[in-house]
């Protein structure tokens, strides 16, 4: 070998490279090994001996899998065949004596020895330790990237079900933020108590628009059908189904019931969690996706949506039992309408929106032993179930006190007070007592009392409205209490022919949005307006027609409206036809029939239908 061609001796190598702390290898313009250090023997597991000579691509430039690369695109011997700069970097590997690639950083150069070019030196380091902290640390914030993904996602889904909407809107919106995030398309299905009859109650796909039609009620299963769905339901870990499994057995679990949503909705793998609580099952989320199949953390996300989703129906389920219970005892309370010769009554009660707050309002109509007739508005103190039983308490006192004694208003009222006071824990109540006068065919005349209640309303057929502001005296419960020795002073108003008489409670005017000035007034137009409609018009018209355009909210709203008759109606003479019976309807509980109507025992609505429907 001439001078020019002479590597650079081991001397050279070992002065300047034996501490360097890296690998370190010479190769010759041949790419043939001419030397290594001592730690890059350590590094490959092979002895200089055994390196030296070798081509250093063939002996040790891999691929991560092992396989060779090819020369040409080798970049460790790119300072050899192109331009002879210096190259460097981190995605290479070197294959050990144990057969096992090395992931290297790198830095290689044209080597020189006297001003001439006799061939390349490289450095590595083994890189798998810094390799594996870089992956894990990628891996790492890959992980949170998803976990803080999910858990937008699980907030998002719980802002969704803490609205005040309906079940099966909640569950709509639900779908909305699942799909397509989760999956191509996603259902609701949900079962009553002690039953595993399903009703889809909602369905979303992100390919498919038309999906109303796979809502509504499953059809009835068959034992094992049954059995699976059952098993499902009581699952504390989500089912997986595969679209290729239920296509090719029909009799698999959750065929009967999921098979037709991928043959209509596509997708290939899914997830059906339990919609479940301690105290019952609620129902099914199903997830379905294309390719690959959800993951184990997928999986769980799901099922801990169920859960949420679960909690919230049974919380529902609960609200709504309270407030079934709660409503029934107070309509039990509230008494039935008499139908007396051509009066027309109707009455009306609004729950208070919170479950619990059933308040203390109620209405009353009864024949006094005069054959009079008895209209009664009030509200007692409070808004549990102390009021309700306090408000029975003054009711069956009015009642007994207005039956026995003959007298006017104001005298039944200083008796009531006095019986509160004496004899009962009841807080304060606000009452209108007035008796209706008249023979058949009229005139007919009201006598009254106020206890602190908001005004009757009087609204002529014409529909002039006017409130009758006579009668004012304390609260009940306030006189003989505080011993101030206040009276009730009796008022008295004629009644128009086919004029209506109202009595309602604050709740109907009142509210936190709207003062009773403000109420009041929008009471009056509304009742004007109403009063000047076509004929046939009834009262129960009027009280629903007036509710609706009122709105009451917040607190419990009872609401008794009386219907005068035309002048001599019902007379001897009268060869008018009788105005409509009277509506079986009634605020009061199911079953039960005023003594003295001509209905004892009236057809009558559950009340409570409606909340146990919803």
């Known amino acids: 070998m001439s001078g020019a061609d002479r590597a650079p001796g081991t001397d050279f190598s070992e002065a300047v490279l034996h501490d360097l702390g890296a690998g370190v290898i010479t190769t010759d313009l041949d790419n043939r090994i001419t030397s290594v250090n001592p730690w890059a023997e350590e590094l490959l597991g092979r002895s200089s001996a055994q390196m030296i000579g070798q081509d250093a691509h063939d002996l040790l430039h891999r691929r991560a899998d092992g396989s060779r690369v090819p020369r040409e695109q080798c970049a460790l011997t790119r300072p050899l065949r192109e331009s002879g700069s210096a190259e460097e970097g981190s995605d290479e590997y070197f294959l050990r004596a144990d057969g096992i690639p090395v992931p290297i950083i790198w830095a290689t150069t044209p080597l020189r020895f006297d001003g001439r070019r006799t061939g390349t030196v490289a450095v590595f380091h083994d890189f798998s330790l810094h390799r594996s902290a870089t992956e894990q640390a990628a891996a790492h914030t890959a992980a949170l990237e998803e976990l803080t993904s999910r858990l937008h996602l699980v907030a998002d889904i719980s802002s969704v079900l803490m609205t005040g909407v309906s079940t099966s809107g909640s569950m709509r919106r639900l779908l ?20 595993t009859t399903l009703e889809r109650i909602a369905v979303r796909s992100a390919q498919h628009r038309r999906t109303s039609r796979l809502k509504g009620p499953l059809p009835p299963l068959t034992e094992k059908p049954r059995t699976a769905v059952a098993r499902a339901l009581n699952s504390d ?22 098979g037709a949503l991928f043959e209509r909705l596509g997708g290939d793998f899914a997830v059906v969690a339990p919609l ?28 801990d949506i169920g859960r949420r989703v679960a909690l919230v129906m049974d919380n529902a389920r609960l609200y709504y039992e309270q407030r079934n219970v709660a409503e029934t005892m107070q309509r039990q309370l509230l008494a039935p309408l008499p139908q007396v010769d051509h009066l027309r009554m109707a009455a009306r009660y609004r729950p208070a929106q919170r479950a619990m707050e059933i308040g203390g309002d109620w209405y009353d109509a009864f024949l006094l032993s005069d054959g009079v007739m008895a209209l009664v508005i009030g509200d007692v103190v409070g808004h549990d179930l102390k009021a309700a039983a306090h408000m029975a308490e003054v009711r069956n006192m009015l009642r007994a006190l207005a039956w026995d004694h003959g007298e006017p ?20 109540a606000t009452i209108v007592f007035a008796r209706i006068e008249g023979p058949e065919g009229g005139p007919w005349r009201l006598h009254w009392v106020n206890a602190g209640h908001p005004p009757p309303l009087l609204i002529t057929h014409e529909g002039t409205t006017r409130f009758l502001q006579g009668g004012h005296g304390p609260l009940i419960g306030m006189s003989a209490t505080l011993h101030l020795g206040l009276s009730w002073p009796d008022a008295s108003e004629e009644l128009p022919p086919e004029s209506t008489l109202l009595l309602y409670t604050d709740g109907l005017v009142e509210s936190r949005n709207r003062p009773i000035d403000l109420g009041m007034a929008t009471l009056r137009h509304h009742a004007g307006v109403l009063a000047r409609r076509p004929a046939g018009n009834t009262v129960d018209d009027f009280c629903d027609a007036l509710l609706e355009r009122i709105a009451p909210s917040g607190d419990d709203a009872a609401l008794l409206a009386l219907r005068l008759p035309a002048a001599g109606a019902g007379t001897a003479d009268d060869r008018r036809p009788p105005p409509p019976p009277q509506s079986p309807y009634t605020p009061a509980a199911p079953d039960r029939a005023a003594p003295g109507s001509l209905q004892e025992h009236p057809q009558v609505e559950d009340p409570t239908r409606g909340f146990r429907d919803e």
Do not use: F, K
């Open 276 to 303: 479940r609580t301690q105290r019952r099952p609620y129902g099914l989320l199903t997830v379905a996706r294309d390719g690959a199949p959800h993951s184990d953390a997928e999986a769980a996300v799901l099922a």
């Open 237 to 258: 870990r989500p089912t997986r189904l595969t679209a290729a499994v239920l296509r090719e057995e029909p009799d698999a679990p959750l065929a009967a019931t999921h």
């Open 176 to 195: 909305r933020l699942l799909v397509p995030g989760m999956g191509v398309w996603a259902t609701v299905d949900v079962c009553a108590e002690h039953c």
């Open 409 to 428: 208003p104001s005298l039944i009222m200083r008796r009531l007070d006095e019986a509160v006071t004496n004899t009962s824990d009841a807080p304060m």
